[in-house]
DNA sequence: GTGGTCTAGACCACA
DNA sequence: GTGGTCTAGACCACC
């Protein structure tokens, strides 16, 4: 068992426009903010941006133009497909962890249904990290 | 956007002891490894440890017994209860990202039948940080 | 029959807090002395101040600003339960003190009539420890 | 503001024996155990042992016969005198402290007759050092 | 041996 | 400057 393993932070910016993407903060074919202005938006070191940047672009998510800027795809294949790799890897997540908890695949959906029938009651769930 | 939020580490010792509560690994009434040997197992301060199992006694998920050891409840519900709040914790987080990614809550049961149903191909999920 | 069983000092900060907060010393919303400060006015150790302040900070008594302070809370539900909660404390106590010393519930009730209504002239009543 | 202030275990022997005198684990006219029995007992000093009985018997509280040991005073005036102390001490002292809490006189009587009432359902009343 | 508490000193993130 | 966390080492009470 080891902890802390920190999540390394050009991942980090990954999942950040990932979601600024899917949700519409960063619409298809928009020009995104240069590197280093992305840089210091969030007080972080230009090369670590662009290692983000740079398996984005190799998986066509974000279209580089040498000189004119970085922009994103407007394949919309893509971004659902991308979405999609999205959800599922949340989904495989807290799967796992509820399998860990023996629960069976029935009784997950049934206590994620019965979350959401809930819901209106916040009652103050207290993130339990994994 | 702020990175590098860290997990404190005597969080993720509790959160690690849930489940060894949780999954049977350490069964009610059990006796917990001596403080100074979990220490040493997890590499971490005695007193890191010390703190996080100071919490797990105060809510009563460990009864601390002084000179002895700490030992695992036998309180049913109270281990009932644990399980649920972990479980809605999950439930709850991965609610909140799915409902960014603009999905209804409908829309988000339904994609976790769908996983469920074609988990049985693996097809090379990776998970993607939060 | 044990003796000598000291109140953690944390613990005793804690109490010592919750008089000042529930006396008004320091109203809802007010800015408690930096952590540092306190342990100085108190002559502890900053970490004795944390513990209690983590403690307290937990159960909502008080809010903590990261780099600004720690203040009081302003939930005059809160407040008003806290109160209560220490009300409820000293009773409990004394009740089970003089139901050693076989006075029925109305006879305890009296006795602190009594007490009151004679109260005008002090006779010297000395404490004795419990 | 000082923390720590032990009670001196002589002051608590003392206590203790007051409440094994009125609660009739000692009857009146009964022989105390020895002193070196005692001091055994209470895993203590005999001389912290002797300290609480001096004083005991300066009150006449308890009756010291040479060569024979100490005997419960068989003042019945004594005893109830004593027994009137001691719960006048319990209630100054609650009384103080609910005070403190901008607690009227009525709202005191009020509040212990509440906590009386509603005593059935003991809802895991927290001990609040003073 | 066990757990519980306290101190001293360090480092980090936030402002 | 602030609070939050972690480490190292010590001492105590209980068994």
Redesign the interface.
């Given at each position: 068992?080891?902890?802390?393993d920190?999540?390394p932070?050009y991942?980090?910016?990954?999942?950040?426009l990932?979601?600024d993407v899917?949700?519409?903060k960063l619409k298809p074919g928009a020009k995104l903010p240069a590197v280093r202005q992305l840089a210091v938006?969030?007080?972080?070191n230009v090369n670590t941006v662009q290692r983000a940047l740079t398996e984005m672009i190799a998986e066509k998510t974000i279209i580089s133009q040498r000189g004119k800027g970085n922009f994103v795809t407007e394949d919309q294949d893509k971004l659902a497909q991308l979405?999609e790799?999205?959800?599922?890897?949340?989904?495989?997540?807290?799967?796992d962890?509820?399998h860990?908890?023996?629960?069976s695949?029935s009784e997950?959906?049934a206590?994620?249904?019965r979350?959401?029938d809930q819901?209106g009651a916040p009652q103050d769930?207290?993130?339990?990290?994994?």
């Open positions: 068992m080891k902890f802390d920190k999540v932070i991942y980090q910016i990954k999942t950040y990932y979601y899917l949700t519409g938006d969030l007080t972080v979405k790799q999205l959800v599922m890897s949340q989904l495989a997540h807290v799967y962890q509820l860990r908890l023996n629960l695949d997950i959906v206590s994620l249904q979350y959401i819901k769930v207290e993130r339990i990290s994994d």
